[in-house]
């Protein structure tokens, strides 16, 4: 059985009240409509500061001249054509400049329809600053140099990096200027920052780029092993070095030194006591009769973080020289 929907009377009142307001609404969306449009059809004058697209610079060649990165440009137009410039046309100016070169230097007028080509037609121009762009050259020259990143990274408990962090490409080659490319010896790409790894990492990294200097490479991939770790202790024999020649013995008071590192699981049975080194060096006799002990030598994907002793005492006889008389 349908039921008609009925309205109560204070929603019936209102409906026919909106009715009243309808053809207002009509009107004043009109009226809006036909403002809008005289308006956009009036002339108006316009700043304008547009980024510039230096293109296609010739590789025996580095641009040493020092050229503007934006141009301001003051227009005329009807709203419509600056509509239609900020919605429809490149916000940009683009200056091929190997179809410019055919001297070491050379000069272009900014005001020139040819490089205002992405204005539009709808765009009149009054006024450019600068106005006129000049191009030096010079031979160009390369060098190559390493590439530097700040890295800032913390791994989750019981994890660590196995052996080092590593980059690919480690170093670029730069192209520009002799004057440019002296004053430069490294590069910087952005900077690394990770928290709470567990996990290896590949990361790519935009370098730096250089005013007037050519990369043959903009990027830069640092890469980690990262696993999870575990603690072992070993001794190992201490070895005494550069003895003098009136030593004819020499007692350590201690012969081995213990050694605590972190390693990775990966690693544990690859790892041998054989693969460290410690030595004693008596040109390294403190005055307190004592020689400090140096790990030399351990595997790069190990990280020592204690040692005992850290120095050792000597007992020595000495020739005695009134025995040789």
């Not at 009243?20 to 409509?33: D, E, M, N």
């Not at 080509?117 to 030096?136: D, R, Y």
Request: charged content about 20%.
């Amino acid at each position: 059985m349908n039921q008609r929907h009925k309205y109560s009377s204070w929603q019936i009142s209102f409906i026919r009240g909106q009715r009243k307001y309808l053809p207002f609404f009509v009107c004043l969306g009109i009226s809006a409509t036909l403002w809008f449009t005289r308006e956009m059809g009036k002339n108006y004058e316009e700043h304008l500061s547009m980024p510039v697209v230096y293109e296609n610079i010739p590789l025996s060649l580095s641009l040493v001249s020092k050229v503007p990165s934006t141009i301001s440009i003051t227009v005329e137009a009807s709203g419509w054509g600056l509509l239609k410039h900020y919605i429809f046309e490149d916000q940009s100016l683009k200056v091929n400049v190997g179809a410019l070169k055919d001297a070491n230097t050379l000069h272009i007028e900014t005001k020139n329809p040819t490089f205002l080509a992405s204005l539009g037609e709808q765009l009149h121009v009054l006024e450019v600053f600068p106005k006129e762009i000049t191009f030096a050259f010079e031979p160009i020259y390369s060098k190559k140099v390493p590439i530097k990143t700040a890295i800032d990274i913390s791994y989750t408990q019981q994890y660590m990096l196995n052996g080092e962090i590593a980059f690919s490409p480690d170093s670029i080659i730069l192209y520009g200027s002799h004057a440019e490319l002296d004053t430069i010896s490294t590069v910087v790409s952005e900077p690394l920052q990770m928290k709470r790894v567990k996990e290896s990492f590949s990361e790519k990294l935009k370098i730096t780029p250089i005013r007037n200097v050519r990369m043959n490479s903009t990027f830069t991939t640092v890469k980690g092993d990262v696993e999870k770790f575990t603690e072992q202790t070993i001794s190992i024999p201490i070895k005494f070095l550069n003895a003098p020649s009136n030593i004819v013995a020499v007692d350590l008071m201690v012969d081995k030194v213990d050694i605590t590192y972190l390693i990775g699981l990966s690693n544990v049975q690859k790892c041998y006591p054989s693969d460290f080194e410690a030595v004693a060096d008596y040109e390294k006799l403190s005055k307190n009769g004592t020689i400090p002990i140096e790990i030399v030598r351990f595997p790069q994907y190990v990280r020592i973080v204690q040692q005992s002793p850290m120095n050792d005492g000597i007992i020595v006889n000495y020739i005695d020289s009134k025995q040789n008389e």
